[in-house]
């Protein structure tokens, strides 16, 4: 069956066992010394590591400080070369400018955002402020309630007519130059009347400032008569040229003809902005705001002048039902009928205010006060004494809530309550100190039939303004 040139080899079982072993020999052999290799090569790199450890370390930590240095380098040249194109100035003033460049930078940055301010709410991202929309804002009815339940039915404003008094003199420039802390403006209450004003009865007889026709805070009859006409208003104001004026934003056209804005200023501001071509229009306006021009401020602390729009607008306002407080260095950008719907009517309050962002003691309040210098410490201390005595806690919330308020907006229905409880915190600041954050929670506490109140979190007062911070130093009324 084969051919003759076919040659036969005979394989045994045992020569085929013994050429596997071998192939399989082979190939441990050669796998080993990979092995050896690959080991050796590691131990190579080990050495050098531990060799040459220092030398990695300092490597990235010279190129670190090389770079740190030149951007401290960079710096200095930039002001340099600001200083040279400049005109020579005074240090000081130069720093000024500086400084005021950065804050004026830092402003248009803020202004006219209306971005909305969101937070996480069990799991769920939503508006820290739910607004109704612009077609429900136009056929929106402002209420005029009438609470029967109420306590207070009626406030009684004390001035000179109801008891005469003849321990002060009456000539303002005495009172700028001894500053008192009571005046021809408020009226002197003493620490029983003082007890007194907080006891509740359906019709209350209290201090609320506008003592006197001689205490200043003068207003031209032009300008009493538009604020007459107000039912809803917004208000803010800049005493002593610290501030600029920002233009609301975010309006319905309902609420552009409902709305008042009012802007307050004094003479400082007025000569102020005029130099930076701010000027009031034939009708009183600059845009959206009326600025009303007060002459004779009653107080030399401009910070306790900008406490009487702040919370007295029931008095500088008699026929306005709601009123919206937005601080000089903020832009108010939201619908004001819209606000006062979400903060007050949805929920059934008659006030509603900022919540402190860090603080909810009195007491740890009233150190960073003094520690910022925003108060002198024997004011501080005589404050806290008198709350400590009249027994406020350390830590007070009201509803679950901070009770410390940050106050830089304030959103309220005009009731007799509400009239009170302002009047009170109108002169505790007289009486202590002008940081009213640390009277607002001791006024809450004492009058305790105040409870339809709204302290909303922080996130929805920054969907209500956009922060612009204190432009520059607020000048006094006299150096």
């Not at 060799?51 to 930590?61: G, K, S, V």
Request: glycine share 6%; hydrophobic share 35%.
């Amino acid at each position: 069956m084969f051919s003759n040139n076919s040659i036969s080899i005979s394989v045994s079982d045992d020569e085929a066992d013994e050429l596997g072993r071998m192939r399989v020999r082979v190939r441990r052999k050669r796998k080993k010394l990979g092995h050896r290799l690959k080991n050796e090569f590691l131990h190579r790199v080990a050495r050098k590591l531990v060799r040459y450890w220092a030398l990695l370390i300092f490597l990235p930590a010279l190129g670190l400080l090389l770079y740190e240095v030149s951007r401290i380098g960079r710096k200095p040249s930039l002001v340099a070369k600001s200083e040279l194109s400049a005109p020579e100035k005074p240090s000081l003033v130069g720093a000024e400018t500086v400084k005021n460049s950065s804050l004026e930078k830092k402003s248009d940055g803020n202004l006219n955002r209306l971005d909305h301010t969101t937070r996480v709410v069990g799991g769920v991202r939503q508006r820290c402020l739910d607004i109704l929309s612009p077609e429900e804002l136009e056929h929106l009815e402002i209420p005029m309630r009438e609470d029967s339940n109420t306590p207070v039915k009626k406030v009684v404003y004390i001035s000179e007519n109801d008891t005469p008094f003849s321990g002060w003199n009456n000539s303002l420039s005495q009172e700028h130059t001894e500053a008192p802390r009571f005046n021809s403006f408020t009226g002197s209450q003493t620490l029983d009347q003082r007890a007194k004003s907080f006891k509740v009865n359906e019709t209350v007889t209290m201090n609320c400032g506008f003592y006197s026709e001689n205490g200043g805070f003068k207003i031209s009859n032009e300008d009493k008569g538009y604020m007459d006409s107000c039912k809803v208003v917004v208000s803010t104001c800049a005493f002593g040229g610290g501030d600029d004026l920002y233009q609301p934003i975010g309006m319905s056209e309902a609420s552009l003809r409902k709305v008042c804005y009012v802007a307050f200023w004094d003479e400082i501001t007025l000569s102020t902005q005029e130099a930076a071509e701010h000027r009031i229009d034939g009708n009183g306006f600059i845009g959206k705001w009326r600025i009303v021009v007060v002459k004779d401020l009653p107080f030399s602390d401009q910070r306790l002048n900008g406490k009487i729009p702040k919370m007295l607008p029931h008095r500088l306002f008699p026929h306005a039902k709601y009123s919206i407080w937005v601080d000089s260095k903020s832009q108010f950008r939201r619908d004001p009928l819209g606000v006062l719907e979400a903060l007050l009517w949805r929920s059934n309050s008659v006030l509603a205010i900022s919540e402190h962002g860090a603080r909810s003691s009195v007491y740890d309040e009233a150190k960073a006060v003094v520690k910022k210098n925003k108060a002198k410490p024997e004011e501080v201390e005589v404050q806290l004494t008198q709350y400590r005595h009249d027994g406020l806690p350390e830590d007070k919330r009201f509803n679950g809530k901070k009770a410390l308020s940050e106050a830089s907006v304030i959103v309220r229905e005009h009731t007799p309550l509400t009239n009170m409880f302002m009047c009170l915190w109108f002169n505790e600041v007289v009486r202590f100190t002008s940081r009213d954050q640390l009277s607002f929670p001791y006024v809450l506490w004492r009058l305790k039939v105040l409870k339809k109140i709204n302290i909303f979190p922080v996130c929805t007062r920054k969907d209500l303004v956009n922060s612009m911070g204190h432009i520059r130093k607020a000048k006094p009324l006299r150096s």
